[in-house]
């Protein structure tokens, strides 16, 4: 088998770090391409830039990710989110390449009662939403050769995140007020990573039209932020962290900017149908990141970051 390369966009992002974690280990070679000589919001900037790593396939992971701030600064958003996926999109089909985007579930808008399909009807309640959701069309009208994966809620030891910031705040607080009111599927960076990877493989050595189009690529099992919250405290309970209670809140208690769609949670089946991908519970890669930061190799990783 061919070793494949695979450029992503967004060299610092949660899933850009997992992925060039993983890539030896999978037999990839993983190529982060960032900001300068890619930035989304300087379309001519993109080509010369995935040119340069002469990738097999692209992960096109890079986006304008503050959803509360892209109520303000919608020009941008829709710059980096849309038109800059679109030329990712545009550089692969140069290229030869697969394109693998990643989009979200807030493109939904939260008001079906079971878990969404990919052909459920879309409807943003935010700037953020509406953006990915642009990006996705013009990803798809760029080329056919490309796979649109949503998915949501993601975590990581890497940059800021839900879970980071609950074990942070943990570390001064007995108790903590989180929403309840709307549910989504946690999902570890780590583990979409590895779809990707995968992914990537099959669109570069199968050409078959029904490896192409919208997946939804998510955490098993569902949570609403509440439990994703207790099940962070009780993981770091067993690396000696003290117990933390978390209060149930309603969303209208927390002041936002952006209506989160109440239900976003999104059925993995046809991912599973048609890749052979199902991606962990939550709970479970919950408690391996958790894990990876408290444990033994997280505290030995944090003390030489300090000493770096
Ligand atoms: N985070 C979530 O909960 C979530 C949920 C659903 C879907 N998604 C989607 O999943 C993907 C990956 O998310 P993530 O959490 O890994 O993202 P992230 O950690 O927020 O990283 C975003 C990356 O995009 C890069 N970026 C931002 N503006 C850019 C620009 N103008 N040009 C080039 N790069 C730019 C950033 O670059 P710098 O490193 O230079 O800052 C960063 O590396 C995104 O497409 C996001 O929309 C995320």
Same mark, same amino acid.
């Given at each position: 088998? =061919? ?6 966009? *967004? ?10 974690? &993983? ?5 990839? +070679? ?7 000589? &890619? ?13 340069? $790593?002469?990738?097999?396939?692209? @992960? ?7 959803? +509360? ?41 939260? =008001? ?7 052909? %459920? ?29 949503? =998915? ?25 007020? @989180? ?11 780590? +583990? ?26 998510? *955490?098993?099992?569902? $949570? ?27 969303? %209208?208690?927390?002041?936002?900017? @952006? ?29 391996? @990141? ?11 990783? &944090? ?6």
């Amino acid at each position: 088998m =061919t070793r494949i390369r695979i450029a992503i966009t *967004g060299g610092h992002g949660q899933v850009a770090r997992a992925m060039a974690a &993983l890539g030896p280990a999978m037999g990839v +070679d993983v190529i982060p391409v960032g900001r300068p000589e &890619l930035d989304l919001a300087d379309p001519a900037s993109v080509f010369p830039a995935l040119a340069s $790593a002469r990738p097999h396939a692209i @992960v096109s992971a890079a986006a304008y990710t503050m959803v +509360d701030k892209a109520e303000t600064e919608k020009d941008l958003a829709f710059s980096i989110n849309a038109a800059g996926a679109g030329a990712v999109s545009t550089a692969a089909a140069r290229l030869g390449a697969p394109v693998l985007h990643l989009s979200t579930d807030y493109v939904f808008d939260g =008001t079906k009662a079971g878990r969404y399909v990919e052909a %459920d009807p879309t409807g943003p309640t935010s700037v953020y939403g509406a953006s990915k959701l642009a990006g996705e069309q013009l990803v798809a009208a760029a080329t056919g050769n490309h796979a649109i994966f949503r =998915t949501a809620w993601i975590y990581s030891p890497y940059g800021e995140n839900f879970l980071k910031t609950m074990l942070r705040l943990g570390e001064t607080r007995e108790t903590l007020s @989180v929403v309840d009111d709307q549910r989504g599927c946690p999902t570890s960076a780590e +583990d979409i990573a590895r779809a990707m990877i995968l992914a990537a493989r099959r669109m570069v050595e199968d050409r078959n039209a029904r490896y192409r189009g919208v997946f939804h690529l998510a *955490g098993s099992g569902e $949570a609403s932020w509440a439990d994703f919250a207790c099940a962070i405290f009780r993981a770091a309970e067993m690396y000696g962290r003290k117990p933390v209670t978390v209060l149930p809140i309603s969303s %209208d208690r927390y002041p936002s900017p @952006v209506r989160r769609p109440g239900n976003s949670r999104l059925s993995g089946e046809k991912l599973g149908r048609i890749y052979g991908i199902a991606l962990p519970h939550w709970r479970q890669s919950t408690e391996k @990141v958790v894990d990876g930061l408290l444990g033994r190799a997280g505290c030995e990783a &944090l003390v030489c970051e300090e000493r770096s």
